[in-house]
C-alpha cells in the first residue's frame, strides 16, 4: 500500500519559496532510482551541482560579512564544516524533505528517506531549483535562513591531515584530494611505502610511511605543510 504524500506547499512554506516553475521543484526530489533509461536525466543530480555552488557563495558571503575579523584559513574551516554533506541533510531533515522525496521502490524500502547524503544531496538540488526559478537573491535569502543560526557553531577539528586536506580542497570548489602509490620496498614484515597525492591545480606531494594508510596521513601532511594550511591546533 503506498503512502501519501503531504502536499508540496509544506514544503514551499519549509523552505521559504512558493515555486513559478512547479517542474522545478518536482525535479529537485526525484531520486535518479525512481527514473528509468534516457529519463534518468530527470533526476536532481544537475540542479545538485548547481545547488552546491550557489550555496558555498551564499555561505561565503555570510561569513564574509559575519566574521570581519577572521583569516582566509579560519573561514575555509567554517565554510566547509557549513556546506558539507552532513550539514545539508540536517537542513533538509529541517525542512521536513524526506516524505516528498520520489524513490525507487528498492531505495525506498531501504530507508532512502532517511539516508544522509540523499538529504544532502536533496537539500543542494533545492537550492539549484529555487536559484533557476526565482534567481540568486531568492536563493541566497533561503539559504541565510536556514543556516544563520549554524553560522557562529564551534569550527568542527579536523580528525587527521587527510580529512583536513580534503575540506580544505572542498572549500575551494575542487575535487577531492586522490592519492597512488609511488614506490614500495623494504621486506614483507618491514615494507615501507611511498604515496603521492593528487589535488587538482596543485603540485603533488609525497609521504612515507610502513602502511598505505600512514604514507597517505603523511602525503597530506606534507601537502598542507608546504602550502601553509594549519591544522587549527593540531600538529602536522
Not at 550539514?87 to 516528498?100: E, I, L, M, S
Not at 531549483?129 to 579536523?158: N, S, T
Request: charged share 25%; proline share 5%; with cysteine.
Amino acid at each position: 500500500m503506498s503512502v501519501k504524500k503531504p502536499p508540496l506547499e509544506s514544503l514551499e512554506a519549509a523552505i521559504g519559496h512558493v515555486f513559478a516553475d512547479r517542474s522545478l521543484l518536482e525535479r529537485a526530489l526525484t531520486h535518479i532510482s525512481f527514473l528509468e533509461g534516457p529519463g534518468r536525466l530527470l533526476s536532481y543530480q544537475r540542479l545538485e551541482f548547481l545547488g552546491d555552488r550557489v550555496l558555498g557563495l551564499a555561505v561565503a558571503d555570510m561569513l564574509f560579512r559575519a566574521f570581519p575579523d577572521d583569516e582566509e584559513g579560519a573561514m575555509s574551516r567554517r565554510l566547509s564544516d557549513l556546506v558539507r554533506k552532513e550539514t545539508c541533510a540536517a537542513v533538509a531533515a529541517d525542512w521536513g524533505v524526506g516524505p516528498h522525496v520520489k524513490l525507487g521502490v528498492g531505495e525506498a524500502q531501504s530507508g532512502g528517506r532517511k539516508r544522509l547524503t540523499t538529504l544532502g544531496d536533496v537539500c543542494e538540488a533545492l537550492i539549484g531549483a529555487v536559484f533557476l526559478d526565482a534567481g540568486y537573491e531568492a536563493a541566497r535569502a533561503m539559504v541565510e535562513r536556514a543556516w544563520q543560526e549554524r553560522l557562529h557553531a564551534p569550527i568542527r577539528p579536523p580528525s587527521d591531515a587527510k580529512t583536513a586536506l580534503q575540506e580544505w580542497a572542498q572549500a575551494r570548489a575542487l575535487r577531492a584530494p586522490t592519492y597512488r602509490l609511488v614506490s614500495r620496498s623494504g621486506p614483507d614484515h618491514n615494507p615501507r611505502f611511498v604515496i603521492a597525492v593528487d589535488v587538482e591545480t596543485q603540485v603533488p606531494a609525497e609521504g612515507e610511511g610502513k602502511s598505505k594508510r600512514l604514507a597517505e596521513q603523511a602525503a597530506a601532511a606534507a601537502f598542507m605543510a608546504r602550502e601553509g594550511i594549519g591544522l587549527e591546533g593540531k600538529g602536522s
